[in-house]
Nanobody, 115 residues
Framework: QVQLVESGGGLVQAGGSLRLSCAAS????????MGWYRQAPGKQRELVAG???????NYADAVKGRSTISRDNAKNTVYLQMNSLKPEDTAVYYC?????????WGQGTQVTVSS
């Protein structure tokens, strides 16, 4: 079993910053890709940012230049630093990992940006 525990969400004013963390534990042999997705009310889940095992990153256009994804392989943890937050960033944020061909999801952490 693999567990993903997210933290760092909350309520922030527009223009503020948050740092999300997601720690993986359990029967992990090797984590390949790691990423963050988000789902706003009434919308489909969408990719926010991803990072490969060699550190290559990609970002959704909506967050490019405002967010940074990083990972600590020794801690099996992925981070998402979000700056200059906007009300449209309000969503539940989910972390995601790929390990040995399987995809795992966190339980989600709420991010609310007030105007």
């Amino acid at each position: 079993q693999v567990q993903l525990v997210e933290s760092g969400g909350g309520l922030v004013q527009a223009g503020g910053s948050l740092r999300l963390s997601c720690a993986a534990s359990g029967s992990i042999f090797r984590i390949n890709d790691m990423g963050w997705y988000r789902q706003a009310p009434g919308k489909q889940r969408e990719l926010v940012a991803g990072i490969t095992s060699d550190g290559t990153t990609n970002y959704a256009d909506a967050v490019k230049g405002r967010s940074t994804i990083s990972r600590d392989n020794a801690k099996n943890t992925v981070y998402l630093q979000m700056n200059s937050l906007k009300p449209e960033d309000t969503a539940v944020y989910y972390c995601n990992i790929m390990s040995r061909g399987f995809m795992y999801w966190g339980q989600g952490t709420q991010v609310t940006v007030s105007s």
